[in-house]
């Protein structure tokens, strides 16, 4: 393992490390704009030049192996130097556009200026004129003047969707991101450019002057668009004083980015879970219990009359229940726990699934728990099998555990159905078809409204945060259970979070076992592994 | 695309290289040769045969300042105007150009028939000033010289 | 010094195959496959002291050993026929007129690469020139010279002509690879070096035209005898000068290494064109290299004397500049090219070529501010050892090389407001 001191400190690193790979492994930055971990080295911005004692020039950092007994200094007068001219080149032919930028905040160009440029310009030239707000795809623009050259977009198209959109046209400081006349940047990764991008370059269409990321509040979580579960940071609009119309709330999701987990999504997320947080204005939201006809009644009147047209169901076993497979772990527990005990419940998990598997991130799978389900509600009881019964006058009360994220994915009930049984529960947050439908109506928290675990295809546990309060009186799905839970007379399981309830999955669900929140973490972990490990 | 004849010839063209992508340069200059000009239909026809996207094929294309993006005139007369040319009169002989077809450099006649072209060094700084019309580089010029040739061009 | 290199050139029908053999052509590619192993040709070359040609004078016989002794890959030998540097056309004469000694010269050296196939990128303005090569790689096909089984030995070798298509950057040695792999002319990060992942990731030696013009020489008459043309051993064998600019017979000429700059322009070039306008200046290199004032002409057009006073020998470009030039128009002129050339991967190049020039039209034009001066050397300095290739210092050198020697004139044409050396009508 090759030695090597950079800045006057010593570091062991292993053989084929890159001086800035060392540097970053620390903690350390070297200022950087074209290396990307997920991508290959290009070596052409030239940000990262540092000093290697013995070398007659400066090299760059982003290429460079670390060789055993290599002395580095990132910080002296002629690597400054160098920075500052650097950085001086690229600002001078860039649009004077941070006001109107959405990069700005998040943009290296800006970053570096501050720290690593003599804050002057000495340019007193015509700026070179390219094209902006360029359309090339469903979902990103392109401003050629604000581009640096630093082609991490192109890499990205060439290395990880292998669908090469983007290319440089023309040459020297004429070079400029473009696409092929009548082509469009529309793979299903296409949003990922943007996250890339240094500076304002490339920007999200559903992103463009929505916010300045200085009023977003970033949360930890992971994708239910799919059974890939990818891991994400959802923004949301906070602190900002907007007036929006009645009904609707300031603290809304902005957008989501990825989240870098190598054991899952590497550095990428698809574009159709990156806008999936749209799918929860596809219905207005369900603020309050309601009875048939949007009556409002008060929540512990609507609990009491779901317990009790549950339990009756049970009793002559004709209650059953269709949940949604992304749903949390907690609250399918939470529901397995009061079936269980009731006895006489049939319960089966719907299916969502379209197009195919990838060979990136996208599953055909688009049910975000379906591995969660699968472990704690059993092996694939079948939503179809409930909707039969219930057709063929089987069932009383049927309880429809409605999806959080996406409102077209909770089946419609057909009329046929709904003439056969008597009491349709719906517990979700949107005031969707279905939910007009229901003859008792329970609101309960959307995706990224409440905390629990999902389990993704691979086995991975991972935690999906609330990143805002439930919208009116919705509440976590497990606390919803718990109440009707007590309007049964059954014992409250004492569960005051859904880390508790995790606590009673970890000892009742195989395999979940030595699962706990510190373990999961951030990067999430893998049940049997943890059994196994015996925490 | 532009019939077997041209496929059998970029065939011979690949077989050269051990990656067809190699084949890049001189298939480009034979859809140049058999249509005059590269468009984004042929881009598309050599990215498909060479196995890479067409934004690359166009961005290999906007790099060399031989491939033609656009119809030119008849007579293609690209003029070096590099530090030994412009030391033996690249620049009157550019003047005298502009004046005699009525253009500016970069545009073409309205006939279609001449365009001119300001290039970087050619290779011929021994017989400066000199052009390059089509294919052929004519040297040692002068005014008059010029004058005659392209009085005589048919 | 008798004519080696362009003993052919004057001769009727010099590049057919016929004229070339009856004239002792390809007898060193025979003795080489008849006597000699690959590792003797590379030494060989070696102790001639052969350096290259193209402009950076790194011993050939060095690079060739740079290759990997154990072969797991095929082998490349790429020829540089990109000659662009301006000032520059020996290459060209060497094609046009006298194309087998520079298959010849190829053959040899890919046999001494274990080369199974050899490119030779042509620049595409070189319509002519290319279709000399064409004629000539047929005819040595035809005669056994390349492809299968080269003179009855089990060595194969391809020998192929690629068309370039207008880019003086490819003429680099890495971007020419990245070129000939169906690419923009990008250069490459170094390390890896060509010998170790070359061209389609495969060991690879590139070279100039008039290097490996020189091989067939040194095999034929031997190591030494080319050792001990010109001045030193460091700086031999036969050179091809290129004469350009303001004397009265410009063109190439052949001398040993170490021509004096003065005799050149005197007794080759028939001196100054204008018997009144006197020697101001001169590039002893190509555009590339940093100028010289009229003072320090006295000396040797070798790669060592060249260095000595802060130029280069380069490419062997020599451009002459009389009384009348005005030097911050010649400049203008050679900053417009590199920002024309520059291929834009790298920002210091990208983006300073392009400054360098706007700056330079605008102290032309009278437009320019004292500070511009200084501002051109500190953009040239920053460009300067911060890029990825080469083409960063040769746009770096010709303005701190100009400003340093000349800029009263700088200074004057700021200050006026004009050019102000008077251009005789």
Known sequence: MPKLTIDGEELEVPSGTTILQAALGRGQEIPHYCYHPGLSVAGNCRMCLVEVEKAPKLVIACSVPVTDGMVVNTDNERVKEAQAAVQEFLLINHPLDCPICDQAGECRLQDYAFSHSTGKSRFVEEKLKLNKAVDIGHHVTLDQERCIQCSRCIRFCDEVTKTGELAFFERGNQAQIGIHPGKRLNNPYSGNVVDICPVGALTLKEFRFETRIWYL????????????????????????????????????????????????????????????YQRLDAAPRLLSAQAPQGALIEWEQAIVTGAAQIKQAAQSGRAAAILSPRLTCETMFAWKDLFDE?????????????????????????????????????????????????????????????????????????????????????????????????????????????????????????????????????????????????????????????????????????????????????????????????? | MLGTEFEKAVDEIVARYPEPKAAMLPVLWEVQRAKGWIDGASEDWVAQRLGVSSSHVHGVVTFYTMYKRNPSGKYHIQVCTTLSCMLRGCDELVGHLEKRFKIKIGETTPDGKFSLMRVECLGSCGTAPMFQLNDDYHENLTLDKVDKLLDNLP | MEKILTRNIHRESSQSIEVYESNGGYQALRKALGSLSPDQVTEQVKKSGLRGRGGAGFPTGLKWSFMPKEKSKPHYLLVNADESEPGTFKDRLLMEEDPHLVIEGSMLSAYAMHADACYIYIRGEFVHGTRQMQKAIAEAYQKGYAGKNILGSSWNCELVLHVGAGAYICGEETALMSSLEGNRGWPRVKPPFPAQFGVWGCPTTINNVETLACVPFIIERGAEWFAAIGNDEKNSGPKLYCLSGHVKRPGVYEAAMGLPLLDLINEFGGGMLHDDRPLKACIPGGSSVPVLTAAECDVNLDFDSLAKVGSALGSAGIMVMDSSTCMVKALLRIAHFYAHESCGQCTPCRQGCGWLEDILDRIEHGKGRAEDIDLLKSIADNIEGNTICALGEAAAWPVQSFVKRFRPEFENHVTEGRCVVAAPA
């Open chain 1, 342 to 535: 009731l006895g006489g419940v049939r319960f089966g998990i719907e299916r969502i699934a379209s197009g195919e598997d990838d060979d990136l991130l996208l599953r055909a799978d688009k049910g975000a728990n379906s591995t969660g389900a699968s472990w704690i509600l059993g092996e694939r009881a079948d939503a179809e099998a409930i909707v039969d019964a219930a057709i063929s006058g089987k069932i009383d009360t049927l309880i429809m555990v409605a999806d959080p994220l996406d409102p077209e994915d909770t089946r419609r009930l057909p009329e046929n159905l709904l003439l056969k049984v008597k009491n349709v529960i719906y517990v979700g947050p949107f005031l969707d078809q279905t939910a007009e439908s229901a003859s008792l109506l329970i609101p309960a928290a959307a995706w990224a409204a409440e905390d629990g675990t999902m389990v993704n295809f691979e086995g991975r546990v991972q935690l999906v945060r609330r990143c805002h309060m439930p919208r009116g009186e919705g509440r976590p799905g497990w606390r919803v259970v718990e109440d009707l839970r007590e309007a049964a007379g059954l014992e409250s399981r004492g569960w005051t979070s859904s880390a508790d309830v995790l606590e009673s999955l970890a000892k009742n669900v195989t395999p979940f076992g030595g699962i706990t929140e510190e373990r999961v973490g951030l990067l999430g972990a893998t049940g049997v592994a943890a059994a196994a490990a015996g925490s």
């Open chain 1, 217 to 276: 509040e970033n949360t930890p979580s992971v994708c239910a668009g799919c059974a890939r579960g990818c891991n994400v940071m959802v923004s949301v609009g906070n602190k900002q004083k907007e007036m929006t119309s009645p009904g609707q709330f300031d603290d809304r999701i902005k957008r989501l980015v990825p989240r870098v987990n190598h054991a899952v999504n590497g550095h990428w997320m698809c574009d159709e879970g990156r806008l999936s």
